[in-house]
Nanobody, 115 residues
Framework: VQLQASGGGLVQPGGSLRLSCAAS????????MGWYRQGPGKQRELVAA???????NYADSVKGRFTISRDNAKNTVYLQMNSLKPEDTAVYYC??????????WGQGTQVTVSS
């Protein structure tokens, strides 16, 4: 599975960004799609995930601010990020998990929150 992430950039605190992750296969075949991030000097962490039946899961630090969604027709998963904080600065990675294959990762996209 190939994943193409996009949408990162520089934004001021309190601003918004939307990340996109386009998959090379039908996302119906993907059990879980998720967004992870890795900040400077930190370990990679799960930000949000969505299952093939639409169930979602969020890190406590982003609940109420980030929303993960999917467009099945476009084989794309989105991460809408609102009320961004400097601590959200990180490289964001898209991940796809298929039980019979395992995990696939997209290239990272940099998100920088700074005034």
């Amino acid at each position: 599975v190939q994943l193409q992430a996009s949408g990162g950039g520089l934004v001021q605190p309190g601003g918004s960004l939307r990340l996109s992750c386009a998959a090379s296969v039908s996302i119906f075949s993907i059990n879980v799609m998720g967004w992870y991030r890795q900040g400077p000097g930190k370990q990679r962490e799960l930000v949000a995930a969505i299952t093939s039946d639409g169930s979602t899961n969020y890190a406590d630090s982003v609940k109420g601010r980030f929303t993960i969604s999917r467009d099945n027709a476009k084989n794309t998963v989105y991460l809408q990020m609102n009320s961004l904080k400097p601590e959200d600065t990180a490289v964001y990675y898209c991940n796809a998990f298929i039980r019979v294959i395992g995990s696939s990762w997209g290239q990272g996209t940099q998100v920088t929150v700074s005034s």
